[in-house]
């Protein structure tokens, strides 16, 4: 199986602040990855796909990227609307596999 | 607008089955690829199970596999988990997710059944 290590498992940043949370995958998944954001008591919600690609409706202040087998989430300037839990997944094969998560908060 | 809405959760006895169900709308269903993911209490996510727009390929995790059996009704446009032989460890937030390609990301999901195993 595919394992993905998501760091930093929490995190706290101010208002506008640049935040980058970052997975790092254990062999080689290509451009299979996504991103998601979980607020509490909701369901996740898609952020980026394919690595690099902005889901629709989503602010341009995410971003993604990738080098290698390590891939990161990047939000510039964040809002309070940011808040929440953040997952990574390889959708390179089956079984599919989620990082374990990145808290952020507001500091 | 796309829509999953769970259902058929609740409080089951350890060894015991439950059967959950996704009503889906605002897509034609028997395009996609449908899942089931979970996540217990405090904790991250984990997928549970996946099956192709017609059914005949289905996938799980070690985890589960031979205790769930995914299933779906096109004309209904319905999804479905059968959990036997469940455990302690099977207590979570089940989501009924859309998969995007032949399978890959989930770009929908609906808003979660919880379901809860204890004697």
């Known amino acids: 199986d595919i394992q993905m290590t998501q760091s930093p498992a929490s995190l706290s940043a101010s208002l506008e602040e640049i935040v980058t949370i970052t997975c790092q995958a254990s062999?080689?998944?290509?451009?299979?990855l996504s991103w998601y954001q979980q607020k509490p008591g909701k369901s996740p919600q898609l952020l980026i796909h394919?690595?690099?690609s902005l889901a629709d409706g989503v602010p341009s202040r995410f971003s993604g990227s990738r080098s290698g087998t390590q891939y990161s989430l990047k939000i510039n300037r964040l809002q309070v609307e940011d808040t929440g839990i953040y997952y990574c997944?390889?959708?390179?094969?089956?079984?599919?596999?989620f990082g374990g998560g990145t808290k952020l908060e507001l500091k | 607008e796309v829509q999953l809405v769970e259902s058929g959760g609740g409080l089951v006895q350890p060894g015991r089955s439950l059967k959950l169900s996704c009503a889906a709308s605002g897509f034609t269903f028997s395009n996609y690829y449908m899942a089931w993911v979970r996540q217990a209490p405090k904790k991250g996510l984990e997928w549970v199970a996946t099956i192709s727009t017609s059914g005949s390929r289905t996938y799980y995790p070690d985890s589960v596999k031979g205790r769930f059996t995914i299933s779906r009704d096109n004309a209904k446009s319905s999804l479905y988990l059968q959990m036997n032989s469940l455990k302690s460890e099977d207590t979570a937030t089940y989501y009924c997710a859309r998969h995007v390609g032949t399978p890959y990301y989930f770009d929908y999901w609906g808003q979660g059944v919880m379901v809860t195993v204890s004697s």
């Open positions: 997944l390889q959708h390179y094969s089956a079984p599919w596999t």
């Open positions: 394919s690595a690099t």
């Open positions: 062999q080689d998944i290509g451009n299979y």
